[in-house]
Nanobody
Framework: QVQLVESGGGLVQPGGSLRLSCAAN????????MGWYRQAPGKQRELVAA???????NYADSVKGRFTISRDNAKNTVYLQMNSLKPEDTAVYYC???????????????WGQGTQVTVSS
């Protein structure tokens, strides 16, 4: 079984920064793409940023130039550096990983528990 453990959320003023981390724990063969999604109250969950195992990245238009996704494959960890935060970035942020099973080599998607990010003065 695989667990994604998130950390780094909190309350920040507009214009401030936060860094989210998500570590994959457990037994698995490899991790393919990893990403961050967010869900604001009354809205659907949306992709914020994603990164492949080779380091290629993809961002939502709303966060381009402000957020940076990165990963440390040796630590099975993905990060989201969020700068110039706006009130509309307020949401629960979820980590996501496509993990290849150690024995079957099948790929399964896992989700973190979510971490609250609140941008407010």
């Amino acid at each position: 079984q695989v667990q994604l453990v998130e950390s780094g959320g909190g309350l920040v003023q507009p214009g401030g920064s936060l860094r989210l981390s998500c570590a994959a724990n457990g037994s698995f063969f490899s991790i393919n793409a990893m990403g961050w999604y967010r869900q604001a109250p009354g809205k659907q969950r949306e992709l914020v940023a994603a990164i492949t195992s080779g380091g290629s990245t993809n961002y939502a238009d709303s966060v381009k130039g402000r957020f940076t996704i990165s990963r440390d494959n040796a630590k099975n960890t993905v990060y989201l550096q969020m700068n110039s935060l706006k009130p509309e970035d307020t949401a629960v942020y979820y980590c996501n990983a496509n993990v290849r099973d150690f024995y079957t080599r099948n790929i399964r998607r896992y989700w973190g528990q979510g971490t609250q990010v609140t941008v407010s003065s």
